[in-house]
């Protein structure tokens, strides 16, 4: 079991301990994600999610207007924005105090969010690869951003994957990525290995077999499997069938050291966290 190693992020000027594990509810406002019980649309569904995620132990929000499965169709950035502008006003009157993160590759889209509605992280599926301002943009606005690997584009990254080794390219990736935004003078990095996202499900088991791996790089990594394909694949299901896999994954990953999860179940995830953090240090009485 790795040790937990201590991780601060600044938000805003207000420092975010992350040494102990911590939960990112999903909250989709798209037509077309994977799971379809995780799209919320109206009003009172946003806010509806919104509450759920906090009241069951979540720490921070995922934002994400633009469906990033295997051949999802391509949204134009004033969509994904006017999307995103919808939920984030109802987010901000429903929880005015949350963390919120964004999930959008776009630089312009990240920068409206946080300077219109405070969004305090940036989550880029891409590392920057589909939108060459997005390192510059988030060194300016200075606010921690999500690197997440991924192999190709949304439509073609699973159309045959192929690695000579998957956790070298990866580390190298992550290495010269990480220099390049240090050097911009982005401070608070956070790695995503990118579990589905150019990776046959042989590569998605590799990587969590191998997930302690990327610790070197001395950096918290966020690990999203919630109801993927390599859990409802390998069990012949579907994703309304995955959240026993995913805990067990959830599990093995806070085990090999993340530092949050990414998740559509939180109360699943919390519980989670709170058995490892159990297993690792004690509980905290006796009884």
Same mark, same amino acid.
């Given at each position: 079991m790795s040790e937990q190693l201590p991780f601060f992020i600044n938000l805003n000027g207000v420092l975010k301990d992350i040494s102990t594990p911590q939960v990112m509810g999903i909250l989709n406002v798209t037509p077309d994600s994977f799971y379809a019980?995780?799209?919320?649309?109206?009003?009172?569904?946003?806010?509806?999610?919104? !509450?759920?995620?906090? /009241?069951?132990?979540?720490s921070m929000i995922d934002v994400g207007a633009y469906s990033s !499965?295997?051949?999802? /169709?391509?949204?134009s950035a004033d969509e994904e924005m006017g999307r995103l502008a919808h939920a984030l006003d109802i987010l901000r009157r429903t929880a005015p105090q949350a963390i919120v993160s964004v999930d959008t590759f776009r630089a312009q889209v990240a920068r409206h969010c946080v300077e219109d509605f405070g969004v305090q992280i940036i989550n880029d599926i891409s590392g920057g690869e589909l939108d060459a301002g997005m390192f510059d943009t988030v060194a300016r606005l200075q606010v921690p951003y999500i690197l997440m690997h991924m192999k190709g584009t949304p439509r073609t990254m699973q159309q045959a994957p192929r690695y000579d080794d998957l956790l070298t390219e990866m580390l190298q990736y992550f290495g010269r990525k990480t220099e390049q935004l240090h050097e911009m003078g982005v401070k608070d990095i956070i790695l995503d290995p990118g579990f589905g996202f150019g990776k046959t499900m042989s590569h998605n088991y590799e990587l969590m077999q191998r997930l302690q791996d990327l610790r070197l790089l001395g950096l918290p990594l966020l690990v999203?499997?919630?109801?993927?394909?390599?859990?409802?694949?390998?069990?012949?299901?579907?994703?309304?069938?995955?959240?026993?896999?995913t805990t067990v994954l959830n599990t093995m990953a806070l085990m090999k050291g993340a530092s949050i999860l990414r998740v559509h179940d939180v109360k699943a995830?919390?519980?989670?966290?709170?058995?490892?953090q159990a297993v690792k240090e004690g509980p905290t009485d006796n009884t």
């Open positions: 019980a995780s799209r919320q649309q109206t009003d009172e569904a946003i806010a509806a999610r919104v !509450r759920q995620i906090l /009241d069951e132990g979540a !499965r295997p051949g999802a /169709d391509d949204v999203g499997v919630s109801r993927k394909s390599m859990i409802y694949r390998l069990l012949g299901t579907q994703p309304e069938d995955a959240l026993n896999g995830a919390t519980e989670a966290v709170r058995i490892v």
